[in-house]
């Protein structure tokens, strides 16, 4: 079946276990895990539940749509993303996405954990994301293109919404939380990086390094949607200072920043 049916099917499938028609998408990435919680009126639908959407191999229980109401405002969150690392191909890492444009939103907020490369960034700092260089070495438009999904050609010269970013800086003020602004990076993984590759990094121009974003924010950009996208710093990546990757220190740190990046999110949401 077509990329446009699929979306469809998925799409219908969604609409019938609830009349929300949401206007913003959230991507519950690291740093945003507990938002899902503060979402009145849910209707929670497992991705098992949706045709064609993609199913954790390992858990079949990972993922689910949030549809309901946060700050006012009508929202769907996506609990539990895919990466290409899992094996997932980037069309299916941003399939769901795709139905979140089918349902009407016109806005998609996406967060990540992300090793700093710059180095006046501190651990469990927040970054909002004003661009990004793709290192997958992949895309999710290669392929046939569906005029109606989006265009063969998308331009990419302001793929974060420099209103959003105002709005999110703005909101970051007055509730007194250090925002940095910076460029990410996405690579594959699953390893992390060596120190000749964060050096390159560094040197192209990235002030963060993660392993996902980059396809959803593509896809989100090709079909309309206006993004806002934000990194919990949860590790740092300086080439000659390089401590060995500490999971439990990267998890604390991501814990850290969640509270804060949540707040910034939900009152983003109740302005836009
Ligand atoms: N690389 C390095 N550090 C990180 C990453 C990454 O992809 N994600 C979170 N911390």
Request: proline share 6%.
């Amino acid at each position: 079946m077509d990329l446009i049916h699929r979306i469809e099917a998925a799409t219908m499938a969604i609409q019938a276990l609830t009349p929300s028609k949401p206007k913003i998408g959230i991507v519950l990435g690291t740093g945003l895990g507990m938002l899902g919680q503060r979402i009145e009126s849910a209707t929670r639908i497992s991705y098992e539940s949706i045709p064609h959407f993609p199913v954790s191999t390992v858990d079949s229980h990972a993922g689910e749509l949030i549809l309901g109401t946060l700050a006012g405002k009508s929202v769907v969150a996506l609990s539990g993303r895919f990466h290409k690392y899992e094996g997932y191909s980037l069309k299916e890492v941003t399939f769901p996405i795709r139905v979140a444009k089918a349902l009407g939103v016109h806005s998609l907020i996406v967060s990540n954990a992300a090793g700093g490369l710059n180095p006046d960034f501190a651990p469990a700092d927040l970054m909002v994301i004003t661009d990004h260089i793709n290192l997958m070495n992949d895309n999710p438009l290669i392929g046939v293109n569906d005029d109606s999904l989006g265009p063969r050609f998308p331009d990419m010269s302001e793929p974060y919404s420099n209103a959003l970013i105002g709005l999110a800086e703005q909101v970051a003020a007055e509730e007194g939380i250090k925002l940095h602004r910076g460029v990410y990076l996405g690579c594959t993984g699953p390893c992390l990086e060596t120190r000749a590759e964060y050096r390159f990094m560094r040197i192209i121009g990235a002030d963060a390094v993660g392993m996902s974003t980059v396809p959803e924010v593509i896809v989100a950009v090709q079909a309309g949607l206006r993004v806002l996208g934000f990194s919990a710093i949860t590790d740092l990546c300086i080439p000659d200072a390089l401590e060995p990757a500490d999971i439990e220190k990267i998890i604390a740190n991501a814990n850290i920043a969640e509270p804060l990046l949540t707040k910034i999110v939900v009152k983003c949401v109740e302005r836009m």
